[in-house]
């Protein structure tokens, strides 16, 4: 199994960034994805969950509005559109195959004021 994160990098606040995920190594189109962040000094946090046919998503309450979640299943990538950015949105932003230990290499996200 192998998750490779890209897209991130230092914005301005208010502004956007989109971080995709390319999965192989396992059949990408059964399983649901998800994007968590970890800022330094905090647990890891879920941000966006995407069900394996992309029909459902969730968002934790300080992304809501502002992230949207999405999946394409013909090239085994799963994004995350951040719009509005805000420096507490600054994090590695991880993507995993849900219900498994299987993680990226995280991406880093760096939001200035």
């Known amino acids: 199994v192998q998750l490779v994160e890209s897209g991130g990098g230092l914005v301005q606040a208010g502004g956007s960034l989109r971080l995709s995920c390319a999965a192989s190594?396992?059949?990408?189109?059964?399983?649901?994805m998800a994007w968590y962040r970890q800022a330094p000094g905090k647990q890891r946090e879920l941000v966006a969950r995407?069900?394996?046919?992309?029909?459902?998503?969730t968002y934790s309450d300080s992304v809501k509005g502002r992230f949207t979640i999405s999946r394409d299943n013909a090239k085994n990538i799963v994004y995350l559109q951040m719009n509005s950015l805000k420096p507490e949105d600054t994090a590695v932003y991880y993507c995993?195959?849900?219900?498994?230990?299987?993680w990226g290499q995280g991406t880093q996200v760096t939001v200035s004021s």
């Open positions: 995993t195959r849900a219900r498994t230990n299987d």
């Open positions: 190594g396992f059949t990408f189109s059964i399983y649901a």
């Open positions: 995407i069900s394996n046919g992309g029909s459902t998503t």
